[in-house]
Each structure stands twice: as structure tokens, then as C-alpha cells.
T-cell receptor
């Protein structure tokens, strides 16, 4: 099975930087995704890592260490609209030989003025 | 832009009813998924499909079945709805290249209440 851990809630100040961590224990790991989900809306894709290192996309960056089973999402220059849940998701090999994605419970980020 | 649509935003059904949730995507994606999302439990995979007429169980398939007769459409069926199936149901699709599934695109969700 898969075990994905991330903090349930975080609070940060507008304009600041926040790091949301995700640790996982899986067999057949083959990639990690981050999604953003605003309250009452569907998740939307933010980033993807399959190799170790940092992927940068504007104000958002995501890091992966496969040996440590660890990823983080870094949000810079926080804006009020960044208040949302951030979902860590791990892609693994299913028993049928195909790839499936399993989600963590999500981190609810509140940005305060 | 990828569009994933779901047949209803809100649905209220009675215990024991048969319930159909429909999902349609317009990007010719091979993979389609059904999740349910509950507070404190996150998104949990019910079933997924990587091709027409193909399906695989996710992490919580009990009480559900699926149907994929056409590539663009993936249906979730609750054979006999129960109150513990009250939840937000999210459909998603993704492209498949080789055997690698790429990022998922989600529909708006169906909030199902079983009374």
C-alpha cells in the first residue's frame, strides 16, 4: 500500500514564503504531483517531479528526493488567492501493471494579511 | 483546454436506490478515474480505467461498479446506495503515453447525499 503524509493545516502571511512538506512510503514509486484545490472547486495541477531536484514554475517550486521519500512545495510572494488546499499525489505501479495515482489528505493553507 | 464534465453538481438519493454518476472528457484521454473526497480522508480512488471496457479497482471499490463503453465516458454506479456513500465524487482523466499516466484533469464534482 501507500502512505502519504502532509500537514493538515498551515498559516502564512501575505508576501512571505511557505514550504509544504510531503513524505511518502510506497512500492513502485514513479512520480509525484502537487495539486491546488480551492474550497468547493476541483483540484488543478501545479507541478510534477519524477527525478530528484527542484522544478520551478513562477512563484511555485517543487522538490523531490526519492531516496528520502520526501517532497516539498514552495510558494513564494504569497497572495491571498493562494489560500487553498495543496494535495500531494504519488504515482505508483498498480497490481495490474498500470500506473495509478494516490493522494495525500491535503494541506489547507491560510494566507493572512 | 481539457474539459471534464460530470452529469450533476448535486444529487440526493434514497437508501437502496441505484445511482449513476456520469463523466465525459473531450481530450481523447486514455485514463479515467473516479474518486470520492471526504473531510479528513482526502481523495480516495474508487476505480480507474485505462482503455474502453477495461477497469481496475482502486483503494475503496466496495459498493461501487463502473462502466466504460466509450473512450470519452466513464460511469460510476452505486448498485444500492447507502448513507455512508454520501460524499463528493470527482472524476478525472489523463493522457497515457506508453504506460506512464500524466497529470489529471478533474471535473467539477458531484455532491451526493444519500438519505
Amino acid at each position: 500500500g501507500q502512505n502519504i503524509d502532509q500537514p493538515t493545516e498551515m498559516t502564512a502571511t501575505e508576501g512571505a514564503i511557505v514550504q509544504i512538506n510531503c513524505t511518502y512510503q510506497t512500492s513502485g514509486f514513479n512520480g509525484l504531483f502537487w495539486y491546488q484545490q480551492h474550497a468547493g472547486e476541483a483540484p488543478t495541477f501545479l507541478s510534477y517531479n519524477v527525478l530528484d531536484g527542484l522544478e520551478e514554475k513562477g512563484r511555485f517550486s517543487s522538490f523531490l528526493s526519492r531516496s528520502k521519500g520526501y517532497s516539498y512545495l514552495l510558494l513564494k510572494e504569497l497572495q491571498m488567492k493562494d489560500s487553498a488546499s495543496y494535495l500531494c499525489a504519488v504515482r505508483v505501479l498498480s497490481s495490474g501493471g498500470y500506473q495509478k495515482v494516490t493522494f495525500g489528505i491535503g494541506t489547507k493553507l491560510q494566507v493572512i494579511p | 483546454d481539457v474539459k471534464v464534465t460530470q452529469s450533476s453538481r448535486y444529487l440526493v438519493k434514497r437508501t437502496g436506490e441505484k445511482v449513476f454518476l456520469e463523466c465525459v472528457q473531450d481530450m481523447d484521454h486514455e485514463n479515467m478515474f473516479w474518486y470520492r473526497q471526504d473531510p479528513g480522508l482526502g481523495l480516495r480512488l474508487i476505480y480507474f480505467s485505462y482503455d474502453v471496457k477495461m477497469k481496475e479497482k482502486g483503494d475503496i471499490p466496495e459498493g461501487y461498479s463502473v462502466s466504460r463503453e466509450k473512450k470519452e465516458r466513464f460511469s460510476l454506479i452505486l448498485e444500492s446506495a447507502s448513507t455512508n456513500q454520501t460524499s463528493m465524487y470527482l472524476c478525472a482523466s489523463s493522457a497515457l503515453r506508453g504506460q506512464i499516466a500524466y497529470e489529471q484533469y478533474f471535473g467539477p464534482g458531484t455532491r451526493l447525499t444519500v438519505t
